[in-house]
């Protein structure tokens, strides 16, 4: 029941606040969880796929997590790099509550937590890592990852967990199909019945040295 609106703007439930006791790169912090997000009590399957079989995001730069949550992708690019600045966007307000509140509660001043319309429109991302919402329906997964992975910034990976049974692999061919020529879609790992789907926006030959 604590996830069923998860993509609504204001959960409609009375806001109940709890401690939530995770690892994030490798350290057990006490963070801030509550209902009406999604995967409130842990962090779920898919986000530790994605988290366990990703390289460290570079040491600067923006960087984009799509559908944020309470944070646990964002929150760990922070602490991996605390030069970047953190993009967690998410059209759940209690969600983004959430995020900023744990930032804080960790010391984080890299993090941004705010809605999609929010992130300035000039800014192009060093990584974009994401458990995207599948479940608003294909067609708006498509419109956001449509909006999002073209902002790449060139020479630079999105990394997309995707449970094989949700459509993993067609996710990947409409990809590769419908995004620019200049980006590359690959399988980068599978397990526990997730893959991790390897967007990558090649350098212009013409910038090359």
Known sequence: MADEHYFSQAPASELQLRPLHVVLAGTEVTLSTANGVFSAER???GTSVLLANTPPPPPGGNFLDVGCGWGPIALTMAIESPRATVWAIDVNDRALDLVRRNADSLGLDNV???RP????????FMTIRSNPPIRVGKNQLHDLLQLWL???EQGADAWLVVQRNLGSDSLQRWL????PDDFTVSRHATNKGYRVLRVRRRMDSSAEF
């Open 43 to 45: 962090i779920d399957a």
């Open 112 to 114: 941004r937590a705010c």
């Open 117 to 124: 319309e929010e992130v300035p429109t000039d800014i192009e």
């Open 150 to 152: 073209p902002r790449l």
């Open 176 to 179: 590769d199909a419908e995004l």
